[in-house]
């Protein structure tokens, strides 16, 4: 998680005290044939770790020479430390408003792109024991529910996707995160909670996944961005498009996310 | 006991001045920072919201609520530790002082595991007697109390060790049976350590976060205390987290004053 940053500033150092013999590797951004090296150093939401994990080690098989750090956590967090000067060079954000935090200070290079969409689906515990079937059924009172909290992203995708669709849910909980509203679910603690497609994907045979057709209509968009303040923007480039490209898609899709 | 009031002292030590010195400013400076960057403006609108109102009231019902329960739990486990010859006292210690280094998530997992619905007791209790503890204010209280309560016995167990044991040994000769000796001798004894060691535990559930916000869930005017408000405001206006904090601030500061005031220099003597 985060604690894989200083390492990768740490290695930058190095790097810039020998940044006359890196001149080679400055040729050809992105065409793939480039020669990469260094350290690439990536800040993501924290719902792209298994994906971003998994890219990156393609990247770095790619290119011997590259290492790819990266650095997942809370959007809002990321953002914030991009604001204050951290070291970064790509940003990928589970939200457009922490994406216009970066793009607005003039700290990304180019427009951001929409690479992944996450819907909301409703997670319940393995086998369904209180049989939810649908949004309508979060308004059951005699049922725990867990929904996020509206201050947090997948609660204010919530809130939209329950009001389109007419339903004024009864919810015992707000939870501060998407991971907490899933962690009651796996527990058992709870009946049902509306959390994204991925993270239902990525807890396994715990729990189970009913679609929601109503969340279609609110998708929540990831954009991607270098940044113009990238130690490697070469690398940077190179990271975007390979997520961006079809066998990024391919590892987003099979993550459980829309891609475009 | 063993307080030490206003001895006079010609002078503190260089080598112990310097370091305390840095010690305030760094436990203070944090807190001034919140002070000096508060939206002063906003704290009217924010003390008469009534999601504040509940908010702090909740706080306030369940950290007291869950100081009496320690008391009433751990001042005889603390008199267990300090005064009973049973073999395993210390392994019994270092059991219930576990909460106070393990991370309150984890307690709060551990919370559901024995009584969420499908922990333990929780699936009996919710079976037979048709009741769950999870995301109600009773949940606020269990969770508090898992984390403070050890704070508490800690402080206890001290003042019982500290306490002249000559007292309870004059009680039983003169005939008092050891219940009495502890209601009419070592009660009156450790009274400030017991006073210590409430404020203490009620200082530690007042800012309770992560148990709480596992095991309890968070709902307003249910489940939701200051911590949790302080928190989930800071994701989207830290403005608001700023002035919040601030209210916990001044009424655990004004509390602990009020206390010390009235209650703790009278049980010092």
Redesign the interface.
């Known amino acids: 998680m985060a604690r894989r940053a200083p390492l990768g500033t740490a290695l930058l150092l190095l790097l810039a005290g020998c940044g006359g013999s890196a001149d080679d590797g400055a040729v050809a951004a992105g065409s793939g044939s480039a020669e990469l090296g260094g350290t690439v150093t990536v800040f993501a939401a924290a719902s792209l770790t298994d994906v971003f994990t998994d890219l990156g080690e393609r990247l770095e098989a790619d290119h011997p020479g590259l290492d790819v750090q990266v650095s997942f956590a809370g959007s809002?967090a990321l953002a914030t430390q991009i604001s204050q000067g951290a070291p970064a060079d790509v940003f990928a954000s589970a939200n457009e408003a922490q994406m216009a935090v970066v793009s607005d200070a003039g700290l990304a290079a180019g427009e951001p792109q929409v690479f992944a969409a996450n819907v909301l689906q409703i997670a319940v515990p393995a086998g369904n024991p209180a049989g939810v079937t649908g949004l309508a059924d979060l308004a059951r009172e005699e049922l725990?529910i867990?929904v996020c909290?509206p201050?947090?992203p997948c609660g204010a995708a919530a809130e939209d996707v329950l009001a389109a669709a007419g339903v004024t849910a009864a919810?015992?909980?707000?939870?501060?995160d998407v991971r907490?509203a899933l962690?009651?679910v796996e527990?058992?603690?709870v009946d049902a909670a509306l959390v994204y497609t991925t993270d239902v994907t990525a807890a396994g045979d715990a729990v189970e996944g009913i679609d929601v057709p109503e969340a279609e209509q609110r998708p929540n968009d990831y954009p991607i961005a270098a940044l113009a303040d990238a130690p490697n923007p070469e690398a940077a480039a190179a990271f975007v498009e390979l997520v961006r490209s079809d066998e990024g898609r391919q590892a987003l899709a099979d993550a459980g996310f829309r891609v475009p | 006991m063993g307080m030490v009031r206003r001895r006079a002292e010609p002078g503190v030590p260089v080598p112990l001045l310097v370091p305390a010195v840095l010690a305030v400013a760094f436990l203070v400076l944090p807190l001034a920072g919140l002070v000096i960057r508060a939206p002063w403006g906003e704290l009217a609108s924010q003390l008469t919201s009534p999601a504040v109102g509940h908010a702090l009231r909740l706080s306030l019902v369940s950290a007291t609520a869950a100081t009496g329960l320690s008391l009433v739990l751990g001042v005889p486990l603390a008199w267990v530790l300090a005064r009973s010859r049973a073999r395993g006292r210390s392994v019994l210690r270092a059991l219930v002082t576990v909460p106070l280094v393990l991370p309150p998530v984890v307690g709060g997992?551990a919370l559901?595991?024995v009584l969420?619905?499908?922990g333990i007791v929780g699936r009996w209790l919710d079976q037979t007697l048709d009741v769950?503890i999870?995301?109600t204010t009773a949940a606020v209280v269990i969770a508090e109390t898992f984390v403070a309560m050890p704070f508490l016995v800690i402080s206890v167990e001290g003042a019982l060790r500290a306490a002249d044991a000559r007292f309870e040994d004059a009680a039983a000769t003169l005939g008092a049976d050891r219940w009495t000796t502890f209601r009419r001798v070592t009660l009156p004894l450790v009274a400030p350590g017991i006073a210590a060691g409430a404020v203490l535990c009620w200082a530690r559930a007042l800012g309770e976060f992560g148990a709480t916000?596992?095991f309890?869930?968070?709902?307003?005017g249910t489940?939701?205390t200051m911590p949790?408000a302080v928190?989930?405001?800071l994701?989207?206006d830290p403005d608001a987290a700023i002035v919040l904090s601030l209210v916990l601030l001044v009424v655990s500061v004004a509390t602990l004053l009020l206390l010390r005031d009235r209650w703790l220099t009278r049980a010092v003597r």
Do not use: W
Not at chain 1, 171 to 176: C, G, Q, R, W
Not at chain 2, 216 to 220: H, S
């Open positions: 809002s725990a867990a909290a201050q947090v919810p015992d909980t707000l939870e501060e907490a962690t009651k527990l058992g603690e | 997992v559901f595991l969420g619905r499908q769950t999870p995301f916000i596992t309890a869930g968070n709902f307003p489940t939701q949790l928190y989930l405001a994701q989207q």
